[in-house]
């Protein structure tokens, strides 16, 4: 458990919240003087390309936080870690962004940066539009399918789905964004103007992150799922023959499950009134109560595909002792 001295010496969460509200209000405002009001900023890149720079850098905290669960970058410390993947973002996002407009934009003027009121940049920008939508849904809804079913691990798991969502996505594009704000098609050939595709597909884009995070995929779990002899049938995703391993705390196997059933006697350490061990063979049936399953850190009811590292049954660190097990 942790140091109560410790504990005392740490901000309160009322001081922890007010600081980082402090920190956001400081650093957004500073970056609108700077960026986008066109009073005081000096570049002039308000409200394109700007706008357009930062789509694509939400495609990429997409692609590397949501599908490569920021693979390779996790291996990096923090504060190191969050300043690389920040660099990272912008750096990504005004190539893509310079790329567009002025190498596609002088073979294909829909894409041109002289576009007037830089429609160009937002022509390019449209593809984040459905990849925001294609690349959220296959992790959040579908959890990484088939990939972790094919036995693959991050980083494979985010970029065969990258690579793979890469064409569909494109149709999208091509075949309902890029008609919308084409100068060169004609007048009533789009499938849906601007204002109508933007307000429908928005809404769907709403429709899958509610769905999957708020609600927790539902309704969408209610269809039938595959039956399985066990109590605890394994996840869509996850491999009938591949099972969970135990929980750990810092890297070192834990006694038991968290279903308690294959705790097994110590001869190393004495029976003791604060610590209860089940006789050999005996495997009491225990169920997590609520509270323990709300108190899980960064755990969810069944672990996310492709992660590298599934989270113990702990709080702050300690093993939880099954409820019937603990000495009263």
Known sequence: ?????????????????????????????????????????????????????????????????????????TRLAQPLRGLTITAATAIFAIAVTWALSSGVGHFYPDFAASRDGGTGYFTGALFVLFGFSTYVLVVINWAHWPWPDLGLRQPLVGLCEIAFLLMPTTLLWVVLGIPAVSETVRAGSPLLDMNTLLGWYYSIIV??????????????????????????????????????????????????????????????????????????????????????????????????????????????????????????
């Open 207 to 328: 429709a899958i992150v509610l769905t999957g995070l708020t609600m927790e995929n539902w309704p969408w779990r209610l269809a039938p799922r595959p039956r399985c002899g066990s109590a605890r049938c394994p996840p869509a995703w996850r491999s009938p023959s591949r099972t969970r391993p135990p929980p750990t705390v810092r890297g070192q196997p834990a006694s038991g499950s968290p279903r308690c059933g294959n705790a097994r006697p110590s001869s190393a350490a004495p029976s003791s009134p604060d610590r209860l061990v089940p006789g050999a063979g005996s495997r009491p049936s225990c169920r997590w109560p609520r509270t323990h399953e709300l108190g899980q850190l960064r755990e969810h009811r069944d672990s996310r595909p492709g992660s590298r590292i599934e989270k113990p049954y702990t709080v702050r660190g300690e093993p939880q002792l099954c409820p019937e097990n603990q000495q009263r």
């Open 1 to 73: 458990m942790s140091d109560p001295r410790t504990a005392d010496a740490a901000p309160t969460w009322w001081a922890h919240g007010l600081t980082n509200l402090i920190i956001v209000l400081a650093l957004t405002f500073g970056g609108w003087y700077l960026l986008n009001d066109p009073s005081t900023s000096p570049l002039d890149v308000y409200p394109l390309p700007f706008n357009a720079a930062l789509f694509w850098a939400l495609l990429f905290v997409v692609w590397s936080g949501f599908n490569l669960e920021f693979a390779g970058f």
